[in-house]
T-cell receptor
Framework: DAGITQSPRHKVTETGTPVTLRCHQTENHRYMYWYRQDPGHGLRLIHYSYGVKDTDKGEVSDGYSVSRSKTEDFLLTLESATSSQTSVYFC???????????????FGPGTRLTVL | AQKVTQAQTEISVVEKEDVTLDCVYETRDTTYYLFWYKQPPSGELVFLIRRNSFDEQNEISGRYSWNFQKSTSSFNFTITASQVVDSAVYFCALSEAGDYKLSFGAGTTVTVRA
């Protein structure tokens, strides 16, 4: 299994408060991603990173920001949480090379966030 | 634009029956990758298989097999002789070469009854 951890695993917070989720990897993979999972939508990409300090938006990035100061850590911040951001958040990693599984994304265990 | 459709919302079978999950995709790229992931009740997402657009050979891996047909833009997945531990949500996903995004289908919930 890929070495990916997410913290916290569960969080309940109130509307308007800031929240930061952390993704940590031990695989030294270059690419990291944040997705959210909601019923009926599968997983949707929030932000991704293609290197230290290199990040870009995904399809549902409004209300979220990210930072990556080290290869192993990718942080997702909700500056002012809203009830619509109640979801399960997954981090994923991938790498590029010559092998058959290049660009395959491996996922962390997920963080369940509830915004009241 | 990318789109992945899993028309089956839920499938329920009795143990030892075969289960086939349908996946239809849309892409304008000629090079792309297709994936199946499994999400058991514990919630983690487990990578199962990957197929490249330039390789249409269908394979079998243990009880899993897949049928990739570019002509119909389908990437179906079959579990042979299902077991209770196969109960999970299965997601089909697509990425295009050079694009970092995985586009997921809505998922198919498979329930295997003993």
């Amino acid at each position: 299994d890929a070495g990916i951890t997410q913290s916290p695993r569960h969080k309940v917070t109130e509307t308007g408060t800031p929240v930061t989720l952390r993704c940590h990897q031990t695989e030294n993979h270059r690419y990291m991603y944040w997705y959210r999972q909601d019923p009926g939508h599968g997983l949707r990409l929030i932000h991704y990173s293609y290197g230290v300090k290199d990040t870009d938006k995904g399809e549902v990035s409004d209300g979220y920001s990210v930072s990556r100061s080290k290869t192993e850590d990718f942080l997702l911040t909700l500056e002012s949480a809203t009830s619509s951001q109640t979801s399960v958040y997954f981090c994923a990693i991938s790498d590029r090379g010559a092998g058959p599984l290049t660009d395959t994304q491996y996922f962390g265990p997920g963080t369940r966030l509830t915004v009241l | 634009a990318q789109k992945v459709t899993q028309a089956q919302t839920e499938i329920s079978v009795v143990e030892k029956e075969d289960v086939t999950l349908d996946c239809v995709y849309e892409t304008r790229d000629t090079t792309y990758y297709l994936f199946w992931y499994k999400q058991p009740p514990s919630g983690e997402l487990v990578f199962l298989i990957r197929r490249n657009s330039f390789d249409e050979q269908n394979e079998i891996s243990g009880r899993y097999s897949w049928n990739f047909q570019k002509s119909t833009s389908s990437f179906n997945f079959t579990i042979t002789a299902s077991q209770v531990v196969d109960s999970a949500v299965y997601f089909c996903a697509l990425s295009e070469a050079g694009d970092y995004k995985l586009s997921f289908g809505a998922g198919t919930t498979v329930t295997v009854r003993a």
